[in-house]
């Protein structure tokens, strides 16, 4: 019986120290989107990341209704910033016309929109230790 308990105990804090280890979920929303067409791509970055190309976790999800939704796991406890585009043509980029606008919309977390590129100090956001949802206006 004293084999079995600490059987179960070992078994228990093993469980406990791998579910420490899961990470932070962030759940990420648009539901601005002026058109179904293509599918819309978010980026999770750091600050030495940001707007410096892919992130530290990428993913897209289909439009339905103007609204997409995707969700980033086992995000560790920091500092970040998502970065969201509708990729209307699905060419896996950001268009931009002659002048450097861009043709696509686009948003990121806090929804600070400004004349010029994204800064990451008006995006950033910190995980701790609870799972998180935002919501990106385009």
Known sequence: MKNLI???????????????DQGITITVTVDNLTSDEGK??????TADTFMRGPGLMNASASIKDGKATVTFTNVKPGEYAV?????????GKMDFRENGMPL????????VMEFGPPQYDDAKFKVGDQDLELNLRF
């Not at 970065?83 to 060419?91: C, F, L, P, S, T």
């Not at 696509?104 to 929804?111: D, K, P, R």
């Open 83 to 91: 970065i969201g585009m509708h990729d209307a043509n699905e060419n």
């Open 104 to 111: 696509e919309n686009y948003g990121t977390s806090n929804n």
């Open 6 to 20: 600490l059987t179960f105990a070992l078994v228990a804090s093993i469980g406990l120290g791998f579910a420490q």
């Open 40 to 45: 819309a791509s978010f980026s999770l970055h």
